[in-house]
């Protein structure tokens, strides 16, 4: 079946320009995260979802990023004004609900803020 | 708070070599921890995961890793590197619902 999609696939944006990235996860799968990786690191956990609501979003690191996910299948990470900083590759990732730990990761959407 | 630290950002071995890719965890309660594989411009894959069943797991593509709770460690495995397991590998353990990732290690393959 299908995977964990996300578009765009390469976003390059002015700085302090809004952006928005989309996540399609597997079918049925109702626990959605969102992660973060530059240069160099390991993912960094931002936000997860169980069915439409946040159950977590610890690791948003400021104000200016923001996710939703109305209907409890696609979700949109949100980001205002953005900053050179915000350059990186971001990772969804659905599981059949959250706890089983078998994450299915999509290819990212690499982020370039210029 | 749960965390891994993984020993070495680069780790060469020679085609046909023993591959041990080491990861060291930290983690108050018995844990949940995990190897993925991120070959270049794809997505993360799970290579295997421990989850308190038998400590030596064995994973896809010939992978296996043990977990040692006297050593805090859960080292990644194979017996013979393949140019095709030149990818990065990052170790991962549970916290709360959520899986907290190392740095990860990128391994190389010399022919």
């Known amino acids: 079946g299908a995977g964990v999609s996300q578009t765009p696939s390469n976003k390059v944006t002015e700085k302090g320009k809004y952006v928005e990235l989309r996540c399609d996860p597997i079918?049925?799968?109702?626990?959605l995260y969102w992660y973060r990786q530059s240069l160099g690191q390991g993912p960094e956990f931002l936000i997860y979802?169980?069915?439409?609501?946040?159950?977590?979003d610890s690791g948003l690191p400021n104000d200016r990023f923001f996710a939703v996910r109305p209907e409890g299948s696609v979700s949109t990470l949100k980001i205002q004004r953005t900053e050179r900083g915000d350059s990186a590759v971001y990772l969804c990732?659905?599981?059949?609900?959250?706890?089983?730990?078998?994450?299915?990761f999509g290819p990212g959407t690499r982020l370039t803020v210029t | 708070a749960q965390s891994v630290t993984q020993l070495g950002s680069h780790v060469s071995v020679s085609e046909g070599a023993l591959v041990l890719l080491r990861c060291n965890y930290s983690?108050?309660?018995?844990?949940?921890l995990f190897w993925y594989v991120q070959y270049p411009n794809q997505g993360l894959q799970l290579l295997l995961k421990?989850?308190?069943?038998?400590?030596l797991v064995k994973g896809i593509n010939g992978f296996e890793a043990e977990f040692k709770k006297s050593e805090t460690s859960f080292h990644l495995t194979k017996p013979s590197a393949h140019m095709s397991d030149a990818a990065e590998y990052f170790c991962?353990?549970?916290?709360?619902?959520?899986?907290?990732f190392g740095k990860g290690t990128r391994l190389h393959i010399l022919p």
């Open positions: 079918s049925g799968h109702t626990a």
């Open positions: 421990y989850t308190s069943a038998a400590t």
């Open positions: 983690s108050s309660v018995p844990p949940y």
């Open positions: 979802f169980q069915g439409t609501g946040a159950a977590d």
């Open positions: 991962a353990v549970n916290r709360d619902d959520k899986i907290i």
């Open positions: 990732a659905s599981s059949r609900e959250a706890g089983t730990y078998e994450q299915y």
